[in-house]
C-alpha cells in the first residue's frame, strides 16, 4: 500500500514564476492539507481540502491556492514567487475527513527553491 | 489561539542514553488532541504517538514513552536506551479541526 507521495521531489524557480506541485493521499484517505516548513521550523498549515473544497485555511495570502480532484489527489498552486516561498512543501492525508483524533500521514514532500 | 513550544532546539546523546523531549502547549479547547512525529533526513513526518486530554494515564510503546500533564499544559517524550537510528528531528503537535500546529522541533543527535 503505496503511502502519501509527492512530486515533484526538487523544484527550482525564478522570483515571479508560478508553481504546481502535487500530491496524490494514502490509499483510503479523502482529505488532504498543505505545510509549508522553512528551513529550521516547524511545519505549518496552509490550507486542507475535505471533499473538493477548501476547508480550513491558515495564515498565507491567496498567491496560494490549492485543488482537490474526485479521486481525492491535490493540488497547491502558488503565483508571483517570492524568494520567502522557499520551503519543503509537505502533503499529509487523513481519513474519514481528518476529524482532529486521526494522526496525519505525510509525504516526503517537495523542496522548492526561489532565485 | 493554539501554540505548541519546544524549548529545546537540540539534544545530543551517546548511544543507550535516554533522551527526554519537552513539550508544553496552549490551548482554550477542552477537548483536543496532542501528537509527536519525527522527521529524518528524508524529510517524511513519521507518526509516533497521540493522546486525547480526556486521558492522563502515561504509557510506554517499546522504547517509547510519554508523560501527559494537563495541569501544567505539559507533553513530554522520552525515548529509552537511544540508537543511532533515532537521530532526527522531533516535532510535537496539537490538532485544531484536523490542523496541526506544530512546535520549532527538537533535533536529537545521537552519537555511537
Known amino acids: 500500500d503505496a503511502g502519501v507521495t509527492q512530486s515533484p521531489t526538487h523544484l527550482i524557480k525564478t522570483r515571479g514564476q508560478q508553481v504546481t506541485l502535487r500530491c496524490s493521499p494514502k490509499?483510503?484517505?479523502?482529505?488532504v492539507s498543505w505545510y509549508q516548513q522553512a528551513l529550521g521550523q516547524g511545519p505549518q498549515f496552509i490550507f486542507q481540502?475535505?471533499?473538493?473544497?477548501?476547508?480550513q485555511r491558515g495564515n498565507f495570502p491567496d498567491r496560494f491556492s490549492g485543488h482537490q480532484f474526485p479521486n481525492y489527489s491535490s493540488e497547491l498552486n502558488v503565483n508571483a514567487l517570492l524568494l520567502g516561498d522557499s520551503a519543503l512543501y509537505l502533503c499529509?492525508?487523513?481519513?474519514?475527513?481528518?476529524?482532529?483524533?486521526?494522526?496525519?500521514?505525510f509525504g516526503q514532500g517537495t523542496r522548492l527553491t526561489v532565485v | 489561539a493554539q501554540k505548541v513550544t519546544q524549548a529545546q532546539t537540540e539534544i545530543s546523546v551517546v548511544e543507550k542514553e535516554d533522551v527526554t523531549l519537552d513539550c508544553v502547549y496552549e490551548?482554550?479547547?477542552?477537548?483536543?488532541?496532542l501528537f509527536w512525529y519525527k522527521q529524518p533526513p528524508s524529510g517524511e513526518l513519521v507518526f509516533l504517538i497521540r493522546?486525547?486530554?480526556?486521558?492522563?494515564q502515561n504509557e510506554i510503546s517499546g522504547r517509547y514513552s510519554w508523560n501527559f500533564q494537563k495541569s501544567t499544559s505539559s507533553f513530554n517524550f522520552t525515548i529509552t536506551a537511544s540508537q543511532v537510528v533515532d537521530s532526527a528531528v522531533y516535532f510535537c503537535?496539537?490538532?485544531?479541526?484536523?490542523?496541526?500546529?506544530f512546535g520549532a522541533g527538537t533535533q536529537v543527535v545521537v552519537t555511537p
Open positions: 499529509a492525508s487523513s481519513p474519514a475527513g481528518g476529524t482532529m483524533n486521526t494522526e496525519a500521514f
Open positions: 490509499s483510503g484517505h479523502d482529505t
Open positions: 481540502y475535505y471533499e473538493e473544497e477548501e476547508r
Open positions: 490551548t482554550r479547547d477542552t477537548t483536543y488532541y
Open positions: 493522546r486525547n486530554s480526556f486521558d492522563e
Open positions: 503537535a496539537l490538532s485544531d479541526g484536523g490542523k496541526f500546529q
